[in-house]
């Protein structure tokens, strides 16, 4: 049997290890023959999830963010590792933003509260302290009211009294003057 020699293989592998002599017309199949688009598929998606499983362990990504990831990767969204990369810093950047935004959203909430808080107090005790007022000045008006009626009637109550005392002083007196006149009558 003759053995090919393969001296001149020898000197080609290096060559084509660096890529050389591929080039269209030493090409003898179909690029789906040479390269299945299902190999290379299956070698990206193994390298995103694989990926996605190292971040999750590490606790850069939680397990919601790992599914979601997971399943745009699925749908063909990142063409490599380092668009995936990109992706997962925009999102948590993104993530930390809201949260800090929440967080402020929050604390003017609260800071709102306690002001409204104030005001109402604030309010109510200007009410009370008006109804207090208006009490206290209806008490004294109900109060100099009543003292000027009853100076009023102090007033009529001495003039009626005189008036009475003056018509029974003149009945007495005319009783007298009469009793008087009859007695002097009667001597």
């Known amino acids: 049997p003759f053995v090919h020699p393969r001296s001149r293989a020898r000197r080609r592998a290096p060559a084509k290890r660096k890529g050389r002599t591929s080039g269209v017309e030493k090409r003898k199949g179909t690029r789906e023959a040479r390269l299945s688009t299902k190999t290379l598929w299956m070698r990206r998606q193994r390298v995103l999830r694989n990926l996605l499983r190292k971040y999750r362990a590490q606790k850069k990504i939680d397990k919601h963010m790992y599914h979601e990831l997971y399943m745009k990767s699925k749908g063909n969204m990142f063409k490599n590792k380092r668009?995936?990369?990109?992706?997962?810093?925009?999102?948590?950047?993104e993530q930390k933003l809201q949260r800090k935004l929440a967080a402020q959203a929050e604390a003017r909430r609260a800071k709102n509260k306690i002001v409204r808080a104030r005001r109402s107090a604030r309010a109510a005790e200007k009410l009370k302290e008006s109804t207090a007022a208006a009490s206290a000045a209806r008490k004294a008006a109900l109060a100099e009211k009543r003292a000027a009626d009853a100076t009023t009637k102090e007033g009529d109550a001495k003039k009626g009294g005189k008036k009475g005392g003056k018509a029974g002083g003149k009945a007495k007196a005319g009783g007298k003057a009469k009793g008087g006149k009859a007695k002097k009558g009667a001597q």
């Open 83 to 93: 668009v995936l990369i990109e992706f997962i810093h925009k999102e948590r950047n």
